[in-house]
């Protein structure tokens, strides 16, 4: 074979790799849950990387380090393909095994979807062989067996296809490159015009009953880039060991199954879950334990669910449950102690700022449980299983805290890093305690020397940040402005700094600026 031959057998791979790729994907969008083997093998690499790593990747790129993960993982399939296809070429004669060959594709096309179909992550692996090979088996196809000609119209009797190839391989790698596109620009398409049946359109319980809502608190000072106290749904932080794809679960078939040490195990359907209990709404602020000191992974908005006490009572706890278990539909599970599952605020939760809850928050329902961190409000909630031990979440397992108490924390907004300012002008920012309150802020200007207290918000509920501010001293120079927060039972901002890694980030936040 000429090495002009071995790099088209290369090429046909990894294209119809890609395409096979492209094809599983959109499948996704028509079917609603079709496993992306890609996605499982992004998802074992997180899962096999040490926990601190992990985070400390994804809370520096945030996003960036999915995208990243995503380039490297599908440059790896796709070259697998490559790899694949070559070896396949070797490995057999001409086109009189192409029968054998296009038999076998077809099998291993057939088992591939099999295992796409029923098998999330663990089989992702054997996913990615069996698409390889199969990618390598279509590419030899291709290069083999006339019927194939559609895909290379310039393929004509008495012209191997490896000489038309040869004359038209510029071509057939826009074409193939194209046909890949087009699949994943079809799959949007129709993905869009799914997204119509999404949780934006769901309507959900309470919408037409009017919740207590504190009244806005006008003697605070209004100043611009300030940090908004609710955050809109679509600016709401997230975060979830799901690499590409958010799960979509159907809510219609969807079903919240609660068991374990319960007297009568049960389940509710998502209308059920809206009707069968007392329908309650709740602000809460919701940080991740990975957040850094300043870091933006923390919003607040307002919560609508019912009480998961209600939810489990109908049950009937059995003696001796210790732990209650969260289960989702992606595979991530956590627990909370029983004393934390039956407070009032401790909800499962169906809406989120007046609608259905966003997808990337959990649809069709999710926990909410304040005074822990995000990691253990479990979304896209499948089951609530009573335990007689100690349970060991996705991340307890990876080695963080088990009790993931929100610390007292406090996060300066205004002015940013760097900036000059003339006076008068002021600072401002959030402070948070979890369930505890926020008391008091105070803010030093003098890189920690002294401290002076802040004004604060009037607090929506003892559940939220709070919203701060306090005049800039006069004198001009570089400034550098700490803030700390004190809590209702009076616990004071820890101020040694600590990675977020087990417990969660402590330390001032801090900013340095320029007065005019
Ligand atoms: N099913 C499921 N629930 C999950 C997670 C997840 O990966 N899967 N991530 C947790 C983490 S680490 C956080 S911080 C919060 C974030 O919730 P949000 O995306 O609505 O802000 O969800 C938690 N619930
Ligand atoms: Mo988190």
């Keep these: 074979m000429t090495s002009g031959g071995g790099r088209r057998v290369l090429v046909l791979g990894g294209v119809s790799m ?15 849950r079709v496993p992306y ?4 093998l992004a998802a074992i690499i997180i899962r096999s990387t040490p926990g601190d790593l992990v985070t400390a990747f994804i809370e520096r790129l945030q996003h960036w380090a999915m995208i990243l993960l995503g380039v490297l993982v599908h440059a790896g399939v796709i070259g697998l393909g490559a790899i694949m296809s070559s070896v396949v070429h070797r490995a057999e004669g001409p ?94 398409a129709v993905s869009r015009f799914l997204s119509r049946k999404s ?92 957040n850094e000191v300043g870091g933006d992974l923390i919003s607040t908005a307002v919560w609508r669910g019912v009480r998961l006490k209600d939810v489990l009572e109908r049950a009937g706890l059995a003696e001796g449950v210790i732990d209650i278990v969260f289960r989702a539909s992606e595979g991530y599970s956590d627990s909370i102690p029983l004393a934390k599952a039956i407070e009032d605020t401790t909800l499962v939760v169906f809406g989120m700022n007046g609608v259905a809850l966003p997808r990337s928050h959990g649809f069709p329902a999710r926990i909410i449980v304040p005074g822990i961190y ?10 609530i299983e009573a335990v007689n031990h100690d349970y060991q979440g996705y991340w307890m397992v990876r080695g963080w805290s088990d009790l993931a108490r929100v610390k007292t924390q406090s996060r300066i907004d205004v002015p940013s890093d760097g900036r000059s300012v003339g006076l008068p002008a002021m600072l401002g920012g959030i402070a948070w305690a979890g369930d505890r309150g926020v008391k008091q802020v105070e803010v030093s200007q003098d890189g920690g020397k002294s401290w002076s207290p802040a004004v604060l918000k009037r607090e929506m509920s003892e559940l939220t940040w709070r919203l701060w501010a306090a005049e800039i001293e006069p004198g001009k120079g570089t400034r550098r402005v700490l803030v700390r927060a004190m809590d209702k039972e009076g616990e004071v901002q820890e101020s040694r700094t600590t990675r977020p890694h087990p417990n969660g980030a402590s330390g001032y936040d801090a900013v340095v600026f320029e007065v005019e």
């Design 199 to 290: 949780p934006m359109n769901v309507s959900i319980a309470g919408a037409d009953e009017k919740f207590v809502r504190p009244p806005d608190d006008t003697d605070f000072p209004k100043l611009e880039g300030m940090t908004p106290e609710i955050t809109s749904n679509d600016a709401f932080y997230t975060v979830d060991i799901n690499p590409f794809s958010k799960p979509s679960v159907d809510h219609e078939t969807w079903k919240l199954e609660v068991s374990g040490e319960v007297n009568t195990p049960y389940s509710l359907t998502y209308r059920e879950l809206q009707e069968d209990f007392e329908v309650v709404e709740m602000v809460h602020t919701l940080t991740c334990i990975s």
């Design 37 to 40: 083997p890609p996605a499982g």
């Design 95 to 188: 086109s009189r095994k192409a029968r054998r060959a296009l038999a076998s594709a077809a099998l291993l096309l057939v088992l591939a979807s099999g295992f796409a179909l029923l098998a999330p992550e663990a089989f992702s692996i054997s996913a990615i062989a069996v698409y390889a090979i199969s990618a390598a088996v279509f590419a030899r196809l291709v290069a083999e067996v006339p019927l194939l000609s559609v895909l290379d119209p310039e393929l004509r009797a008495g012209q191997t296809p490896l000489d038309a190839m040869r004359s038209s391989r510029r071509r057939f790698i826009v074409r193939g490159l194209g046909a890949a596109g087009g699949l994943v620009l079809g799959g949007l």
């Design 18 to 32: 890609a395409i096979a790729l492209a094809m599983t994907y959109a499948g996704g969008f028509l079917l609603g």
């Design 374 to 383: 995000g990691m253990k409000n479990v979304k896209w909630l499948t089951k």
